[in-house]
């Protein structure tokens, strides 16, 4: 069965500090892929990387980061030098191969990022 | 500016009303899908439509009535609802290849049900 732990709830840090939201995810297929998107409160889900479980290179994207480890099954995100406007709702998210409809979110991170 | 435009944006019903959420997509997919979002809860996935047939219904109670009259265009027909109906109406869209779609939102429709 596949599943998606984000453990943490909530997590505020003050402005330009980095912050990292946590990602473990359970699978049986050996090949998958990995999601994560970000929710500010106007609602709208805004996909932010996705990445396939044959790629374990780790990506930049501005002061978006991603790191991918198969060997601890977690696909975690880090926002370096924080601002107000990362304050979201984060979440991790997984698809099995064939099963691309039936992707699993996890429950979020709410980040709050404070001035 | 969205892909994926939804509206109305925020919804007040009472249980005896019947309304309807509108989605479009302006992103070529052929995949729509609809997803509510209650408080405290995971997101959870409601219908799915690969070019425009339905696919996927998972176990959502027949108050809430899906239509895809084209690949474009998604529609979720209300009536009847309860308040614990209450939540975040998400509409998606994706290019449905053979595995690893990544699925487009919408801002949603917030829906509360008096």
């Known amino acids: 069965a596949q599943k998606v732990t984000q453990a943490q709830t909530e997590i505020s840090v003050v402005e330009k500090e980095d912050v990292t939201l946590d990602c473990v995810y359970e699978?049986?297929?050996?090949?998958?892929?990995l999601f994560w998107y970000k929710q500010p409160p106007s609602g709208e889900l805004v996909f932010l990387i996705r990445?396939?479980?044959?790629?374990?290179q780790n990506e930049i994207s501005g002061r978006y980061s991603w790191n991918f480890q198969k060997s601890t099954s977690s696909f975690n995100f880090t926002i370096t030098a924080s601002q107000v406007v990362d304050s979201a709702v984060y979440f991790c998210?997984?698809?099995?191969?064939?099963?691309?409809?039936?992707?699993?979110f996890g429950k979020g991170t709410r980040l709050h990022i404070l001035p | 500016e969205t892909g994926v435009t939804q509206t109305p944006r925020h919804l007040v019903m009472g249980m005896t009303n019947k309304k309807s959420l509108k989605c479009e997509q302006h992103l070529g997919h052929n995949a729509m899908y609809w997803y509510k979002q209650s408080a405290k809860k995971p997101l959870e996935l409601m219908f799915v439509y690969n070019f425009k047939e339905q696919t996927e219904n998972n176990s959502v109670p027949s108050r809430f009535s899906p239509e895809c009259p084209n690949s474009s265009h998604l529609f979720l027909h209300l009536h009847t609802l309860q308040p614990e109906d209450s939540a975040l109406y998400l509409c998606?869209?994706?290019?449905?290849?053979?595995?690893?779609?990544?699925?487009?939102f919408g801002e949603g429709s917030w829906l509360t049900v008096v």
């Open positions: 998210a997984l698809s099995e191969e064939g099963r691309d409809d039936k992707i699993i």
């Open positions: 998606a869209s994706s290019q449905k290849h053979r595995s690893g779609n990544t699925i487009y």
């Open positions: 990445r396939n479980s044959f790629d374990e």
């Open positions: 699978t049986r297929d050996t090949t998958y892929y």
